[in-house]
């Protein structure tokens, strides 16, 4: 049997598989180096999504601090007021609509409550939207009952903890200043 040529020369052979191996080198090197700058470029942009997501929470942070301040103030003030030690139910009312007016949309009720816990006047006919529980008597559970913890000097206000509402279903964190006097709590 006769004996069949290459077609091609070795030189070209040679050539050729010198060719695909560069090829290969350099498809291997492009690879690596695009893996390494997607890696820097994933990098970079997690990192940045970190900064400005802690940036967000802190500004964030100081806002809501900003704003449940400006409502415990209003809760002072009114607790303070001529209204609530004459026990003035429609200047009290007064009182906690403009409150709520003022602090809207941050806030979505004030109430005032007294010393056995029945409701005597609010800003919002919807008491449900604060969450808070009532027994069997329709009156308040007790603000250390409730799960408020006090807050403030010698715990005159309490705050709690936030809460999903059962209604809204968003959270919600209630506010509550005891109102003192000579000669009992309100």
């Given amino acids: 049997m006769p004996r069949i040529k290459s077609v091609l020369p070795r030189r070209d052979a040679a050539i050729i598989v010198c060719i695909v191996l560069a090829a ?21 942009s997690l990192s ?3 900064q400005n997501a802690q940036i967000e929470a802190n500004d964030l942070s100081h806002i809501y601090s900003s704003q ?26 007064a009182l906690l609509e403009t409150a709520q007016n003022y ?4 806030t979505d009720y004030y109430g005032w409550n007294g010393a056995n816990g029945s409701l005597l006047a609010d ?17 308040y559970r007790s603000a250390i009952e409730a799960g408020f913890a006090p807050i ?7 705050i709690s903890n936030a809460s999903i509402s059962p209604l809204t279903h ?13 000669s009992h709590v309100y």
């Fill in 24 to 44: 290969a080198v350099l498809s291997l090197a492009s690879y690596e180096y695009s893996a390494s700058i997607s890696s820097g470029v994933l990098s970079a």
């Fill in 48 to 50: 940045s999504n970190s």
């Fill in 68 to 93: 449940i301040q400006q409502v415990i103030s209003y809760v002072v003030s009114i607790a303070n007021s001529p209204a609530i030690q004459e026990q003035n139910v429609s200047e009290v009312t």
């Fill in 103 to 106: 602090s809207k949309p941050f």
């Fill in 123 to 139: 800003s919002n006919q919807t008491i449900l939207a604060l969450g808070l529980e009532k027994n069997s008597n329709q009156t």
């Fill in 152 to 158: 403030g000097a010698k715990g005159v206000t309490y």
């Fill in 170 to 182: 968003l959270a919600r964190i209630g506010i509550i200043q005891p109102v003192y006097n000579s």
